[in-house]
């Protein structure tokens, strides 16, 4: 039966979820113009640390009991019951985990009060992390959408309280963190609680063991795997972070805003892929077909944003802040591409997915991680920037040279890279014509409105690249009964 809202749901569904991928990414990018401008120097990089030591600490210590939740909800009589021993679990951890978080954090991060600020925002973190998974197993999308525009009007109430009174600081912004997801996860316990209710914590004694072994089972598996795909994409801030890299703040504000929006072009993509091809495995099929067009999808995107970012973004970005941008383009090049690479492991490692090969999704994601980690922190001391991007990407090009190479057999790689990657760059190519046509003919005009223009003619050319290079007919002609 083909996906539809009638049907099965599933396309409901996903369209309910793209605003509560889409506020926090807005906001996310909100954040980096607003510090980045008011921050001072060098200060990004302690924020961006900090984050990511949060980040990776929190997402490893909570979000295998989040899995582990969703894997095992439905097959659950008693939600409320193993609800209360998941979230007492979580509760448990996240004390010792946002520990952990702060003393790393303090080895890379200069500002004051990094300690108590990362252990604050990663507690507020983890329950974050495990009550979306709460809502996304119990479908409560409205509420769950509720509890991000709660995030983001508590967040930005923060910023601008501060602001209005004595200017922004480190501890301003990672306050202004800690208290949106601590909101939102307040929210969305309320809203879970409601729905199935709580056991108190004696209660909950009786079905704790029981269930704690069974979401230990299932997520440990995960956690080695995650803990190299985490620590592979913030090899950079670590080094930075230590060396004290010039140019750092500036590198690591565009690589956030890369991150961002590759998350926006892959996540929604993803949510739609992963659902079918778990399906189609299960029916003894592996639709290869599905993979080769979501990675071609992202070669297409990735290179007009790219346009985008490289012929007006950056103008855009310097003008918005105030400040220039000191990180080397070549440099901000290698980190986009460690982006893309990033992205487009998630569909090439579906294979291995699919077949439970969790021990060497682990085994490769650590080995490259570990490779990350050391040539990011040796090319830091060498060559500065440019090696601290190399570095990163080396490691993240070698997850991806062997989780696709599991695939070869099963796609096509003309189709799946090669014709898309000709097409970008002629794509490039006629974003650069564009604007040198632009700078002849508006060359007197504001360079807002040349902007303006710019990205309106492109979005159009870009729409039409989409429409008739990428694989549709792969997607439309998926199954998922």
Known sequence: MAISVRGNGFLGKFLLYIPVKLLPAFLTVFFIFFLYRFFPEDEYVSYSVSVACSLIVGQLSAMWVGNSYVYYYSSYSDHRAFFSSCLYLVIMLAPFAALVA?????????ANDTFLCVLLLCFSQMLFFFMSSVCQAAFLVRQQLLAVVLQVVGQLGIIYFCYSDVGVSYTDAM???????????????IAAAVRMGVNGPLAACSAFGNDVRAVYNYGSALAPWMLGMLLMVAADRFAIGALNVPGGDSYLSMKDLFVGAGGLLSMPLLMLVHPLIIKRFRDGVFEGSLIQSSVGFL???FSLLWAVIALVGFSVF?????????????ALLI?????FLNCAAVYTQKRLEVHRRMRLLAMFSLAAALVSLLLS?????????YGVALGVVVGQLIYFGIVT???MRKVNFYKGLLKPFAVSMLALMVGYLLQAALDVFMGAVVWWARVLVWVLIFSLFSLLVVWKTVAWKDF??????
Not at 318 to 330: L, V
Not at 476 to 481: E, F, K, L, T, V
């Open 299 to 301: 070669v297409i995107v």
């Open 175 to 189: 306050l202004a963190l800690s208290g949106g997801y601590g909101l939102a996860a307040l929210v969305m316990f």
């Open 405 to 407: 190479a599991t695939i």
């Open 102 to 110: 702060g003393s790393v954090a303090v080895l890379f991060s200069s």
């Open 335 to 339: 980190a986009y591409l460690g982006v």
């Open 476 to 481: 439309m002609s998926a199954r998922m009964d």
């Open 377 to 385: 922190y040796a090319g830091g001391i060498l060559f500065g920037l």
């Open 318 to 330: 310097e003008q918005f802040t105030g400040k220039p941008i000191s990180a080397p383009f070549g």
